[in-house]
């Protein structure tokens, strides 16, 4: 049960790292960057990635870590931010 939630962390903790890295990406090709979309979708990945992590704390600090009807939805949740995020940092290195 607490390998979910370890494994949950770390997947945010990568996430965070790479949302870091696409606002810095974004910051110092700002001139490159002509769409505004794209500037748009990196603040908003930005902004999930911090609200998931938000999520997950609360959620393992709700359940005390023992329930997976809690666990696996927001493991779901970032595998799938992550994966977004590794698109838009692949959208905002073109």
Same mark, same amino acid.
């Given at each position: 049960m607490h390998a979910i939630w370890i494994t949950n962390i770390a997947l945010e903790i990568l996430a965070l790292s790479l949302a870091v890295l696409i606002l810095r990406e974004y910051f110092s090709l700002r001139g490159k960057v002509k769409s505004t979309l794209t500037a748009a979708l990196a603040f908003l990945g930005v902004l999930l990635t911090l609200e998931n992590? !938000?999520? !997950?704390?609360?959620?393992y600090m709700w359940s005390a870590g023992s329930d997976l009807r809690y666990?696996?939805?927001?493991?779901? !949740?970032?595998?799938?931010?992550?994966a977004s995020l590794f698109t838009l940092y692949y959208v905002v290195r073109i």
């Open positions: 992590t !938000i999520l !997950i704390v609360s959620f666990s696996m939805p927001s493991l779901f !949740i970032s595998v799938v931010n992550l």
